[in-house]
C-alpha cells in the first residue's frame, strides 16, 4: 500500500503537470485567437472604407502632418488604390479590386482561426481529462481504478490439464474448457471485485466462503433455469443444468487451487468460445438428442410459443406434417456421435444469446463430424443440405420459411420454429437436420434454399419482397416451386447458390 | 580524480549549452522561414487575382520600382521554391543537431554519474 501511495502523489504530481500544460496551451490559443480577431475586424473597416471611398470624387481632409499636426488637404483619385501583397510587393489596383484582394485576405485570417479554436477546443478537453484523473487519483472517490495483473497461469495450469491448443476442428473435453471458461470469469470476476489488489488476488478463500458462494451460485442457477422455462425450452432445463452446473463448481473447486468461484459456468456466455467449443458442445447436443430425443439446436427467444406441428402445404395437393418429435427421431436415428459426454441436457447450449452462440450451433457436418461453419450466411449447396427430395422438401421448405417469416413479420424476432428457427439467411439448417437418406413425404427437416421473406429486418439479403399474408404465399408456393426445382438438378452446387442468392 | 572528472564535466556542459544554442537559432530561422513561406504563398495567390492592367511594384528600400505583372508573378514563384529549399536544409540540419546533442547528454548524464561517485568515495576518505 505504501507503494502505491507513492505512486499516487507521483501520479498525482505528473497530472498536476499534465493539466498545467494543456491549460498553457488553451491560453495560448486565446491569446492568438485574440489576434486574428482582431485582424479580422481590422480588415472589415477597411472593406468598408474601400466601398465608400469611390463614391465621391475628391474628399477634403485633414492630412496628418508628422505626429503633431495636420494640414487640410484634399484626397483625390479615390479609386486608385496601391495595394500590399505582402513581401515587399505592391500592386496599383481600382478600390473594387482592392476589395477582392481584402476578401482573400479575410478567408485565409478565417481559415487560421478556425484551426486556433479547434486545438482550443482539444485542449480544453484534454486539461479537463487531466482534471478528472487528478481528483481520481487524489482521492478515491466514485471511480475505482481497475487494474488487471497477468500472472494467473499456473492456476490455469494445474485445473486445466486437459487445455490443449485448440485448433478449428479439434474438440476439447467438455470439462476442461468448461474449467477453463470457469476460470476466466472467476478471474475477471475477481479482479474487478477486488480492485487494486495486486497481489491478493490469488488467495485461496477458506471454505466456508467457498459453500457460501456455492450456494449463491445454485440460487443463480436456479433463477436462470426458471427464466429458461419460461422461454419455451421444451424439455428438463433446470434440475440438469443446475445439476451439471453444481458438479461443475464441485469439480472446479476440488480440482485446484479454487481461487474463488467467481461466475457459474454458464454455458451460454460467449467469453472466447471457439469454434471447437462450439463444435464439442453441439456434438453434445447432439449426443442429448440421442438419448432424450428432446433437446435441438433451435434458437430459442423469449415470448414466441413454438409450434410443434406445422402444416405444410407442398402445393401438389399434398400436407406435409412437420413434426418435431419426428425431426428428433430423425436426428436421433442419424447421429452418431462419440457418445454421451454428460448426459445432461445441455440445452443451455441450445440457448442462443449471442453471436457466438449461432456459430457454436451451426456447423456443417463433414465426415460426421462437426466441422464450425466459416459463415452462417453463405448459402449452402444442396449436396451439403439436408434436403433428400429437392422438389418436395425445396417445397417444404420454402413454406417453412415462410412460416418463420410469418412468424419474424409478426414478432420481429427470431422464434425458435420449427426445425431450426434460424435466422439464417440462405443457409440451409444446422448439422443436425441431416437425414440425407430418408425420400420420404415430409423427412421433417427443413431446409432453407431461398431467400428469406423481407419482413426479417436485419439478417436477409436479398429477399425476394415475400408477403406475410397466408393466401399469398399459398399462390407463391405454386410459382415458386417450379423454378427451385429445376434450378438444382443441371446446375453445380456453386451455381445453385449464385442463383439462390439472386 | 574529482576535480578532473569535475573539470570535464564543466567542459562537457558548455559544449552542450552551444550546441542547445545552435538547435534554437536553427529553429527560429526556419519558422521564419515558415512565415515568409505562408506570406508569399499569400502574395502569389493575391497577383492572380489581379489582371495586367494594374501596375505591380516592388519596393527596394525607400523606393517604389514599377514591375511587371507577369515577371513578379515569377519572380514570387521562384522566391517559393527557394524558401522551401531552405526549410529542408534546415529541417535536416536540425535533426543533425538534435542527434548530436542526444549525444552529448547522454556523455553528460554518465559523466555526471561519475563525478558523483567520485566524489562520494571523497567523501568517504
Sequence with gaps: MAEEGKMNTEHLGGVVRLREEHEKVVRDCDSRLQHWKKVSGDYEALNERLQTLPDQLSYDIMVPFGPLAFMPGKLVHTNEVTALLGDNWFAKCSSKQAQKLVNHRMKYVKREMDALSKTKKNFEARAGFAKDLETISASKGDCIDIREEEGNHDAALTKGKQRIAHK??????????????????????????????????????????????????????????????????????????????????????????????????????????????????????????????????????SHTVEPKKVRINTGKNTMLKFSERKEQKEHSKKKKKNGHNNGHSLHELHKITTPTDIYRLFVDVKNGEPVPR???????????????????????????????????????????????????????????????????????????????????????????????????????????APPPEQAPKRVSKFKAARLQQK | MAEALQKKLKAELEKYTGMQKDVSKSMSARQKLETQLTDNNIVKEELDLLDGTNTVYKLIGPVLVKQDLDEAKATVTKRLEYINGEIQRYEAILKDMEKKSEQHRELLSSLQQEYQRAQGMAGKV
Design chain 1, 168 to 301: 478449428p476442428n479439434s474438440k476439447p473435453k467438455c470439462e476442461a474448457v468448461l474449467d477453463l471458461k470457469e476460470e476466466e470469469e472467476e478471474e475477471e470476476d475477481e479482479d474487478e471485485e477486488e480492485g487494486r489488489d495486486g497481489g491478493s488476488r490469488r488467495a485461496v478463500l477458506t471454505e466456508e466462503e467457498l459453500w457460501a458462494r456455492l450456494d449463491e451460485l445454485e440460487k443463480q442457477e436456479e433463477l436462470r433455469d426458471e427464466q429458461d422455462r419460461l422461454s419455451d425450452t421444451p424439455d428438463m432445463n433446470g434440475e440438469d443444468t443446475s445439476s451439471l452446473s453444481s458438479e461443475e463448481e464441485k469439480d472446479g473447486e476440488a480440482a485446484a487451487p479454487v481461487n474463488g468461484l467467481g461466475l457459474k459456468p454458464s454455458w451460454t456466455s460467449p467469453h472466447s468460445e471457439a469454434p471447437p467449443t462450439a463444435d464439442r458442445k453441439e456434438e453434445e447436443c447432439d449426443d442429448d438428442e440421442e438419448g432424450d430425443g428432446s433437446c435441438l439446436p433451435t434458437i430459442f427467444f
Design chain 1, 374 to 480: 466459416k459463415s452462417i450466411l453463405k448459402s449452402r449447396s444442396r449436396e451439403n443440405s439436408v434436403c433428400s427430395d429437392t422438389s418436395e422438401s425445396s417445397a417444404a421448405d420454402f413454406e417453412e420459411r415462410r412460416m418463420i417469416g410469418r412468424s419474424f413479420s409478426h414478432d420481429e424476432l427470431t422464434h425458435s420454429d420449427t426445425s431450426d428457427g434460424i435466422t439464417e439467411e440462405d443457409s440451409p439448417t444446422a448439422v443436425p437436420l441431416h437425414p440425407a437418406s430418408r425420400f420420404e413425404a415430409f423427412s421433417g427437416t427443413v431446409v432453407e434454399k431461398d431467400p428469406m421473406p423481407s419482413a426479417v429486418p436485419h439478417l436477409t439479403i436479398v429477399p425476394p419482397a415475400l408477403p406475410t399474408i397466408l393466401e399469398r404465399k399459398q399462390e407463391e408456393v405454386t410459382s415458386d
